[in-house]
Structures are given as structure tokens and as C-alpha cells.
């Protein structure tokens, strides 16, 4: 599985082609610099350097579309992140083969068990906030990576697509606003197709005009957001937002805090009230893979017909 990730490889900052790499999940400190690698297996993972990790995926069969995951906060990359990847491919595989190609974007969060989960938050906000940085560079390289003269030669027309969940939203938001402020365009070019918002742990004015998300909405063709309001993960973000006097409603609470100012062409919304304990009964928060029987959430039914259809 291919991956991108700001961690700090225990090898040292300096990328290198072929390098071996390992990470010390108990580091995270926030890095400017991007990683792209391949993962070979459990705990195995090798860099290939950013021109030849695009070429690959250029070079993947026309039809199939690439969807970038940015998790949540308290996630490991082995026993959390790989695993919603995996879940995610083999639904997508599922219902048409070769369509979808997950590739995971690995931010460094903390991980220190449920005991730790409301400690670890505040560390994490900011730690996803600031890795926007990080991942504006992402951006900037596949900008200068297309305009190159052989790109341009013969062209990228690859579909992409992003699925962010929880605080990897903030991350979204912040990647999209630091490179727009970075390149001081008046808005941001439309490289994605669809941007799924899933019980999104930011404000939820965040994609109003004159907030740092509305470059969010310029980055897709359609925006799509759930939310869920009996999200227990939702509840605890206010509450730990308030101890820090941030007192805001959450996106992946409530839906958009007021849809009329939002382009109806392009944002759709979503309650999945309705099940999203079915797939999370702890805290009905991670509810877009499958149940403890394997059967899959609506939404990735849904994401794939977006994908591929609209």
C-alpha cells in the first residue's frame, strides 16, 4: 500500500530512494517535511521519493480513481490507519474492482489508549492544525511535479478524490488555507473531484465565506459532509474546546451552521443518525467501514457511486 505521511522516520530527515524506514510512534513532533513510501508489510515500510510515488500513480489503469485518507485524531498507523485503508479498498473492490485506489495520508498523533484519548486531544488539534504546513508542501510538489515539461508532455488526468475523518479535517482545512496563502492566489484550483467530510471535528462555520475552509469548497468539483448528532467523539470536542474557552458547534454534529450561504451545487449533507451506532457502538464516531460482522456502512456505497458516476 502506498502512503504519505509528516512523521519523522527514526533514519533521519534527509529523503532518500529505497531507504528502509521505521517511526517511533511516541514522537510527534509536527515535520515540514513529506514522506512518500510503500508500506511492504506489517511494520515494513520504504520511501520511494515523491516523483517516483506520482509516476505510480499515473501509471495505474485509466479508470481507477485515487482517494486520499486523512484519519482522525488517537490513531496508529498500524493497529488504525493501514486497517480503515485495507477495510476501505476491499469494500470499494467489492462493488467494482480496480476503481478506487486508497492511498492513506499519515499525520503524527498521538496514541495512548482510550485512558488517554480526552488528555491527548488538545495535543493532537494542534499537531493536525500545524501539519497543514507539512502537507501544503504536498501540494506545491504536485504542482511543480505537473508542470514539468514531460508531465506536460503527456498529462496526468487522474480523478482524485480525499475522505476525511474527525480531526483529519482540520488538516484538510489547514493544507488547503496555508498553500493558498503560500502561492497568494484568489482561490484554489479544482484538483479534486469529491471531498468527503466525515464527522468532521472542526467548526461548523469552517466552510462559510471569509473562513479558512472555504478553500475547500474551490478544491472539489462536490463537497459532501455527515454528521451525526448523537456522535459521542463530537461531544467530547466540545467539551475539551470549552475547557480551552473555544466554545464552537461541530461540523460532524450538527451539519453546516447555516446551508444557505453554501453553494447548493456543490455541498451535499448528510445525517447518519440512523446507523452510525451500528458501526461504532462505543462512540458512534468512526462510522463510514463495516460492522462487527462485516457489513459495510451506507456511506461507502454512497462515496462509490459518487466517485464513479457523478
Known sequence: M?????????????????????????????????YFCQRAGQGEYQEL????????????PTQTQILFLLHGYNNHMERHVF??????????????????????????????????????????????????LAFSRLLAMFDEWRRAPEQQASPCKRSMNILAHSMGNRTLISTFHHWHQHVGLDTM?????????????????????????????????????????????????????????????RLGMTGPENLDVLPAHKVTVTDCDAFNDQFDPSWGH????????????PLIEQMMNKMIRD
Open 2 to 34: 502506498l502512503f504519505i505521511t509528516s512523521r519523522i522516520p527514526e533514519q533521519g530527515p534527509k529523503s532518500e530512494a529505497s531507504r528502509w524506514l521505521s517511526f517511533d510512534h511516541q514522537n510527534t513532533d509536527i515535520s515540514k517535511w513529506v
Open 49 to 60: 521519493t515523491a516523483a517516483p510515488f506520482m509516476a505510480r500513480l499515473k501509471a495505474l
Open 83 to 132: 486497517p480503515m485503508a485495507h477495510t476501505l479498498q476491499v469494500q470499494f473492490d467489492r462493488i467494482a474492482p480496480n476503481a478506487i485506489m486508497v492511498v492513506p495520508i499519515i499525520w503524527p498523533c498521538d496514541d495512548d489508549g482510550r485512558l488517554g484519548m480526552i488528555d491527548d486531544y488538545w495535543d493532537d488539534q494542534l499537531a493536525a492544525t500545524a501539519s497543514g
Open 189 to 249: 484550483p479544482q484538483w479534486f473531484r469529491h471531498i468527503f467530510m466525515v464527522a468532521a471535528d472542526v467548526d461548523n462555520q469552517a466552510l462559510e465565506p471569509q473562513q479558512p475552509g472555504r478553500s475547500v469548497l474551490d478544491a472539489a468539483k462536490q463537497v459532501h459532509i455527515y454528521y451525526a448528532a448523537d456522535d459521542l467523539a463530537m461531544a467530547a470536542s466540545k467539551v475539551v474546546n470549552m475547557r480551552h474557552r473555544t466554545i464552537t458547534r
Open 286 to 297: 468512526t462510522y463510514f467501514l463495516t460492522d462487527d460482522n462485516g457489513h459495510p456502512s
